[in-house]
């Protein structure tokens, strides 16, 4: 009888050593991915294929990705403040993974526009556009090309050319489709800096953060958004304390 309880002991001491090894139980395919919202994280490029449910550890890092991106402590936990700015519209664009280039919080990318004055021509291929509806974007973009051009004082000028035919430097259309893109102002002026070169930035006050912010009628452009563009297009008018604040040479 001692022998059996010893044996007894024995087998509930394992049972009981496993469990507390494997620590948390193990959760289904599908809660993992509705835990650390997998379908977004591989959406945006921070995953590069659909993991399973053996690659924790890629899940992690591509959740840690994101935080860097948009400026959240980089814990690699669902946080709420984490899955709050998940939830919300963003830029179907996705963020660059290109570390060397984070020293700021502005991003420029590779490229970028050679001639100082562009055109530009609104297109409505599709005819989505009323006659009233035409009008209100061409006044919104006519505001959100003088941001920029403000911003870079005067390096970069836009002009429209309003005919259907000639040249244009820029090409804008409305189309059907999921670019998950925002139609307000601060929605085409963020897309406006796109085309300009820059990429996404971390700081929650630029407008080329990558997830939209609620609506402010008194928006402008924040100060990061007005370093990028200085950068790219007027590098003469970042003052030496600029220069040294961004961490970055001097071009």
């Not at 289904?28 to 995953?47: A, G, I, M, P, T």
């Not at 669902?78 to 280039?101: A, E, Q």
């Not at 291929?125 to 009323?130: A, I, M, R, S």
Request: with cysteine.
């Amino acid at each position: 009888m001692l022998q059996q309880d010893c044996r007894l002991f024995w087998l509930f001491f394992c049972i009981s050593f496993v469990v507390h090894a494997l620590g948390a139980p193990i959760i289904s395919s599908e809660q993992l991915h509705q835990k650390y919202n997998v379908d977004y994280l591989f959406k945006y490029k921070y995953l590069n294929k659909m993991p399973t449910i053996n690659d924790i550890e890629q899940i992690i890092t591509g959740l840690k990705k994101f935080q860097e991106d948009v400026g959240l402590p980089v814990t690699g936990e669902m946080t709420k403040r984490t899955r709050d700015l998940m939830d919300r519209p963003r830029c179907g664009m996705t963020d660059t993974n290109d570390k060397s280039r984070r020293t700021k919080r502005f991003v420029p990318h590779h490229s970028k526009w050679r001639k100082r004055t562009l055109i530009w021509r609104l297109d409505d291929p599709y005819e989505l556009l009323t006659d009233y509806d035409r009008f209100v974007v061409r006044t919104t973009l006519h505001r959100a090309f003088n941001e920029w051009s403000e911003a870079s004082q005067k390096a970069l000028k836009f002009k429209e050319n309003e005919n259907s035919t000639g040249l244009a430097h820029i090409n804008i259309f409305f189309a059907h489709g999921d670019h998950n893109d925002s139609l307000p102002f601060d929605g085409m002026v963020h897309e406006i800096g796109h085309l300009l070169g820059l990429e996404h930035s971390t700081d929650y006050n630029a407008v080329m953060f990558p997830i939209n912010r609620p609506y402010d009628p008194m928006f402008r452009l924040g100060d990061d958004d007005i370093r990028g563009i200085r950068y790219l297009y007027a590098p003469w008018a970042w003052t030496a304390y600029t220069w040294e604040k961004c961490g970055i040479e001097k071009i």
